[in-house]
Each structure stands twice: as C-alpha cells, then as structure tokens.
C-alpha cells in the first residue's frame, strides 16, 4: 500500500470538501436517520416506526418485510399472511429499483461497525491477512435456506449480526454488543471488508436482488480516469469497478454492472476526475471515441492527463 | 491468466482453470458445512423452550412458531402492560422471539389482544379473538408440600386473582385428616377453562410458587381412549353400568373404615402401645 496517502485527497483539492464527501454525507444521515426512526418510538415515544428491520409498520399503513428472514420463514414451513407478503413485495420492489445492495450502504447499521473497522484499518496498516473468496457469501446464504428447511426454524435469525445489532438498538442489547465486536474485529484484524463483502449472507441476497437492477454507478467519464487509484481504495467491494473502468479496450460498456456494487456512491466522491456518477444500467453503450479502443488508448489517456 | 502457455506443453488453461474452481468451491462448501452444522446443533437447542418462559396468546405450537415468528417484536410494542420480552442472544429463548415470565409480569389478558393482532405474520393465530380461548399453558399446584392451601390454611389467593375465578382454579373442599376437624380447600385447576395468563403463579405469596404454569404438553396427562368414568356413563345411560346388587368394596387405607349412613370416613383409633408414652404417666416414668 502506498504510504498513508489519504483517498480522495485529490478530490478535496480539485472539487472542495463537500464536493468530495458528498454520497458519504447524505448515506450516513440515510443509516442515522433510519435508525432514529426506529428509535424514536422506544426512546421518545413518538410512534412513526414500530418494530425493527424484520418487519416494521411505518403510521400503521405501511408494512415492510425483510424478504430474506420471510424467504427462510417459508423453507422453515410456515405460511405467512397478507401484512409480512405485502411488505416484502414492497422491499423487494423498492430494492430491486434502487440497487439490492443499497440495504447495505444505505440502511444496515453493521455497515457503520465495518466502515470504522475498515478506517481504523488503514490508519493502523493492517495489511492483507487472511483471503476470504467473495462467492463465499452465496454459499453461506444457500446453506442459510438449507438449514432453515432442515430445522424447521428460522436458523440464521438466531446468530444474525444485522438483526441482532438493529433489535438489540431497540429493544435492549443484551449480549448482542459481543457479536458487534467480534464483527468489528472480524473485519479489522481477519480479513478486509470481511463481514459485509464476503462472509454476510443478507448482502448475498440482496446482491441477488440486484441482478438487474436499474439504478448503477456508471464510469461515464472513464476517459478521463488519471489511475489515481482512489476509487479502488475506498469501494467496498473493489472488484467491482475495473470491469466497467477499464474495460473501454474490450468493448465493456461503463456501468457498474456487478450486483455486489452497493450503490454507496463513495467512488463518485473521491475521483477528482468526476469519472463515475449515478445512471441507469441500459445507458451502458460504449461511446469512447470509435467505440472500441486500441489497447494503448488507456494508458495513452492517463499519460495526457 | 487466459494466455496460452508458449512452452512446453501443460494442461489446457481451462482444465487448470476448472480444477481451480472445483478446488475453491468444495473449501468454501467444506467452511460453510462447518459453520452450518454448527448452527443446526444450536437451532436445535434453541428449539425446546425452557418451561419458565411462556409464548403470547394465540402463539402457534413451539415447533411452528420458530418459523413462523420473524422476531419484529410488534407484540411486545403492543403489549400494553410491558408483559413480553424479546429473547436477547444470551438467553435460553430462541433468539429475537418474544416471551413472558409468569412470575415477573402475568398476561393480563386484554379483551382486544393487541399482541395478536399485531402479528404480521400469524404466528400469533389471528383466529384467536376471545382471550379466554388463550392456551399460553396451564398452571399446575407444582409443591403440595408447601402450597398453604394444602397445609390447611386459607391463603386462597391463587382462586382470587385467577381471572377466570371458579372457573379455571377451584376451591375443593376436603376433610382435613391431621386434625381430623377442619376442612382444607385444595385449589384445583381446571385445564378447560386456564388459559395459562400466569396470575397465580405471579400471585403466590410463598417464596418460590407452589403453582406454576406450565407448557401445556409438560403439564396435562391423558386419559387411555378405552377409559370410561363411571359417573359420567350413569348420566348418559341414565343406570348404573355395574349391577346394583354388587357388594360395595370401600378399598380403604389401613386404619380407615366407613360407617354408612352414619360418621362416613373414621380413622381407628390407633392402638395405645404404639402411641408415645404421655408425660408424668408410669409408663412415661419408668
């Protein structure tokens, strides 16, 4: 790793602070705001949101279901009624809109624990410890469904971080800050991005849920890509972006195709070039100059700039 | 890592490729497996709920519940008296359902059960609406060794707080045979009629309750199918079923005979050499 060169130091110069922070910004007030919501009734005893991120009823009139723990409420055998189908046919379509993994970026109050775990990483220079592949996930999240199928209960609802951490917010933590912490150094001293970008099968579903989704981050200026790197240092998962950055040599149009992207809009911020903003999935034509590139063209870009 | 090797020949790049993704699947299924099995062990703990902990009005049976309940706690916001909990990971509950102790806060057994109907998913039976259809378990008279009723005394207050009173506890009356002239008023449960709210056993003013609500299969024995009740067969048929010239066998406990028509139940007096010696008699001075 290049020294401690912070990410996106270019980009503050080049667009300002705010400029540079901005998805950041407007994510974190998303996760606060939504758990203030939760908590605003426990706490203040002012009803808008009752219940947690399960299932929640928002006014009493709008259900919401997390999908995933219904999904494997149903491969334990039970029959759910009306309220948990409706809100989870709202969740799915919200989320398939949006992008599946906006859950992640946007809403799950894990992803602050390993967001810090991830800082706190790179300001100690914990290099790379243990791989972890990321398929790993989808493995986890089939085994999830198995075992709910196997032991006629809602098996990952038992040990699950997300659900234990929003409902231990809520309704009193118990032991549950134990499973934030071995979250937390999980992520710091085991494997990087472990939890939430290789291990956690509720990003897994929702990655699934985002196997077409329209709302992506798209490369649209990646003609102007100066290989600062920044984008690569700060997304979640980093594999996501060379794809669509770099593929203008072998006709791979720009949007973020992969589902695992969690729309955090973190490499917009940081890229001093404005390469990457927010687009729709079917605006993904390869416009660059003649369209297909010499593979020197890149590179030749990068030199210019 | 596509490129074609230029030397000698190797295996083919996509059978080298292959065997990489093999390889990495079966390790990833292997953690996985691990991880998975030792969850089922502990979903399977998880599985049987303690018998102090009591499940909300309507709740499906154990098995189906732990499906069934997606663990939002909108019946613990609704309960209107603080009665139910969600489990926290480091109790012996299934994670994230919720649950109630009888002996720290009773259901009160509200007339619209708000807990039921706020269930989003059923696990809470929706077709419960007369609370008094409840079956969270059934209270059982645990200790009759210490229960002050059985002791002879009148504390009663199990009968009195039992929202059902008369119903589903009773007050039997019974001739108290240690002193041969009281009556004791033994509390009965009937298991038709309790709905398991757990009053009583909150109620119970011994240190540890002598009454206690139980899950119902812990807590109900069952007749043989083939078993028939004398009494009630007479009532059907409207005669005795055994003849009534039948000499009647009172099959009492040593000491015991039966005066008809006269005292009923006497205890014999026992015989004197077995009593201790009195005080200040010859015997006792000898």
Not at chain 1, 8 to 15: M, P
Not at chain 1, 216 to 231: F, G, I
Not at chain 2, 80 to 108: H, I, M, Q, W
């Amino acid at each position: 790793m290049a020294a401690l060169k912070r990410p996106g130091a270019e980009a503050i110069v080049a667009k300002g602070w705010f400029a540079a922070h901005k998805w950041l910004i407007v994510r974190r007030v998303s996760q606060a705001g939504v758990l203030a919501l939760f908590l605003l009734g426990p706490l203040a005893g002012v009803w808008i949101v009752k219940g947690n991120l399960n299932f929640s009823y928002t006014l009493n009139v709008l259900p919401l279901t997390d999908p995933y723990v219904l999904l494997q409420s149903l491969a334990g055998g039970a029959t759910p009624e009306g309220k948990a189908l409706i809100g989870a046919a709202i969740v799915l379509v919200f989320y398939f809109l949006v992008g599946g993994r906006v859950y992640c970026s946007w809403v799950c109050p894990v992803n602050l624990v390993t967001d810090v775990a991830h800082w706190l990483r790179r300001r100690l220079g914990i290099g790379r410890t243990v791989r972890i592949p990321r398929k790993l996930r989808y493995y986890a999240l089939a085994a999830t469904l198995a075992l709910a199928a196997a032991t006629g209960t809602v098996a990952w609802e038992l040990v699950n971080p997300v659900s234990m951490v929003h409902r231990g917010l809520i309704f009193g933590i118990g032991a549950a800050w134990a499973v934030v912490l071995a979250v937390f150094l999980f992520d710091l001293l085991f494997a990087e991005r472990g939890w939430c970008g290789h291990v956690c099968p509720v990003g897994a579903f929702y990655s699934v849920v985002a196997l077409k989704s329209p709302l992506r981050v798209t490369a649209a200026r990646r003609a102007d890509c100066n290989d600062c790197m920044d984008c690569y240092a700060v997304c979640p998962e980093m594999h996501v972006i060379k794809p669509a950055l770099k593929g203008a040599a072998r006709g791979v149009g720009p949007v973020i195709l992969s589902p695992n992207c969690t729309n955090c809009g973190r490499c917009i911020d940081v890229c001093s070039k404005d390469v990457f903003r927010f687009g729709l999935r079917y605006d993904n034509r390869v416009t660059e100059s003649a369209g297909r590139m010499p593979a020197g063209a890149v590179a030749a870009c990068s030199d210019r700039a | 890592m596509n490129d074609a090797p230029k030397t000698a020949p190797a295996p083919a790049p996509d059978s080298a490729a292959r065997r990489q993704f093999v390889l990495d699947a079966a390790k990833m299924a292997c953690g996985i497996g691990f991880a998975a099995g030792g969850l089922a062990l502990y979903a399977k703990q998880s599985k049987a709920l303690p018998p102090d902990a009591l499940r909300p009005p309507g709740a499906l049976a154990e098995t189906a519940f732990q499906s069934a309940c997606i663990r939002c706690g909108l019946c613990v916001r609704d309960c209107p008296y603080k009665t139910l909990d969600l489990a926290k990971p480091e109790s012996n509950v299934a994670t994230g359902t919720p649950y109630f102790n009888a002996r720290t806060v009773p259901c009160e057994m509200c007339e619209d059960i708000p807990c039921v109907k706020a269930c989003p998913t059923g696990a809470l039976e929706h077709s419960l609406t007369d609370i008094r259809k409840a079956k969270m378990g059934l209270a059982v008279i645990v200790d009759q060794e210490t229960c002050l009723n059985y002791l002879g005394m009148r504390c009663d207050v199990c009968h009195r707080v039992c929202p059902l009173i008369d119903k589903a506890i009773t007050l039997d009356p019974e001739h108290n045979t240690r002193t041969g002239k009281h009556t004791r008023f033994i509390p009965v449960v009937h298991s038709e009629h309790c709905t398991g709210c757990g009053k009583c056993e909150k109620a119970c003013v011994l240190e540890e309750a002598a009454i206690k609500v139980l899950p119902f299969a812990l807590a109900k024995g069952a007749l043989g199918k083939h078993y028939r009740l004398g009494w009630k067969e007479k009532e059907r048929s409207g005669e005795s079923l055994v003849p009534a010239d039948t000499p009647h066998q009172y099959n009492l406990p040593e000491g015991y005979r039966y005066e008809l028509g006269g005292r009923g139940l006497v205890r014999d007096e026992p015989a004197l050499s077995t009593l201790p010696p009195a005080p200040g008699t010859a015997k006792g001075a000898r």
